[in-house]
C-alpha cells in the first residue's frame, strides 16, 4: 500500500530547514507539508545495513529499506540515495549479495565506504563502479562521496587533498553536500577528530551539509563552526535507535533545504540541535 502524503506527514515527529549561512529553523508539520510541495531536489541517506553480520537478519533489514524507500518515493519523488558506508560487515564475500539487494531501490543510487566495508579500492569499483572518493552533479548542486577508511577497517580522516582541489572546481555550484562515513570531530565515541577539515569546509560557503553513518544511535544534526553536520541512524545491524530509518534532505529554492527522519511505519523522535 503506498504511503499518503497525510500519513507521511504525520510520521515525522519533527523537521528542519536549514538557511544560508547555517541559521535552522524548526518546522511543524503544515509548514513542512507546503516547503515539501516546493522542493526542486530530494535524497534520501541511509546507512550501517551491516549485511552479514551474525545474528542479525540482514536480508529483511535490506528488503524493509527497499519497500520504505519505495512506497515514500511514490508520493515524494526523490532522485536520488546515498548509502553513506558500512554497507557489510567485514567479510568481502558480502559486497554482491548486498548490492543485489541495492539495486532494488527505485531510484539511482551512490555508495561510500565505511569501516566494516573490508575491500580494497580495485574490489569496490569491481563492484560498484566508482572510487573511493567520487563527485556526482545535479542542478546546480554537487555531492562528494569521501572515504574515511580502509581494507583493515581503521578510521581515517578523509583525503583533504582530494576535497580541496574538489571545493575549488564547484565553488561556483548552488550547494555542496558531502558525505562521509565517519564522522570527523569528538561528539561521540567513535568518532575521530579531524580539525583540518573544519578549517577546510570553513573557506567555502557553499558547503550546505555533511552526513555521516556509523553511529547507529544518532539521527541528530550537529552544527559545526556553522556547517550543519548530520546523522541518519541505521537500516541494519545489531544495534542502535529503536527504529531503523532513513533521512531526507529537500531542497528549497537555490539556498535552504528541509531535512528529516522518516520511518514509514513509526512516528520518529529527531534529536533537538
Same mark, same amino acid.
Given at each position: ?35 515539501? $510541495? $516546493? ?165 567555502? $560557503? ?47 529554492? $537555490? ?19
Amino acid at each position: 500500500m503506498s504511503l499518503s502524503r497525510r500519513d507521511f506527514i504525520a510520521r515525522i515527529s519533527s523537521a528542519s530547514l536549514v538557511l544560508l549561512g547555517g541559521g535552522v529553523v524548526k518546522l511543524n508539520a503544515h509548514d513542512l507539508s507546503n516547503l515539501s $510541495k $516546493k522542493a526542486n531536489l530530494r535524497f534520501v541517506i541511509a546507512s550501517d545495513g551491516h549485511y552479514g553480520e551474525q545474528n542479525t537478519n540482514s536480508d529483511e533489514f535490506y528488503q524493509a529499506l527497499v519497500e520504505n524507500v519505495t512506497k515514500f518515493h511514490q508520493n515524494n519523488k526523490v532522485d536520488f540515495c546515498v548509502i553513506n558506508g558500512d554497507i557489510i560487515h567485514d567479510r568481502p564475500e558480502f559486497l554482491e549479495p548486498a548490492k543485489q539487494k541495492l539495486d532494488m531501490l527505485p531510484v539511482k543510487y551512490y555508495v561510500t565506504k565505511g569501516n566494516h566495508d573490508r575491500v580494497n579500492e580495485t574490489r569496490w569499483n569491481e563492484v560498484w563502479g566508482m572510487p573511493f572518493n567520487h563527485e556526482v552533479r545535479m542542478k546546480n548542486n554537487t555531492f562528494l562521496l569521501a572515504n574515511t577508511s580502509n581494507e583493515q577497517g581503521k578510521y581515517l580522516s578523509p583525503d583533504i587533498a582530494w576535497l580541496t582541489e574538489k571545493l575549488n572546481a564547484n565553488n561556483g555550484q548552488d550547494n555542496v553536500f558531502i558525505f562521509m562515513h565517519i564522522p570527523q570531530a569528538k561528539w561521540t565515541a567513535n568518532a575521530i577528530e579531524t580539525p583540518a577539515l573544519i578549517e577546510l569546509l570553513k573557506k567555502y $560557503k557553499n558547503v550546505r551539509g555533511v552526513f555521516h553513518g556509523h553511529e547507529h544511535d544518532q539521527d541528530n544534526v550537529i552544527m559545526w563552526e556553522g556547517v550543519p553536520c548530520m546523522f541518519d541512524s541505521h537500516f541494519g545491524g545489531s544495534w542502535g535507535t529503536s527504529y531503523r530509518g532513513f533521512r531526507v534532505v529537500e531542497l528549497v529554492g $537555490k539556498n535552504s533545504y528541509v531535512t528529516y527522519i522518516m520511518n514509514p511505519t513509526e512516528r520518529i523522535n529527531q534529536a533537538e540541535f
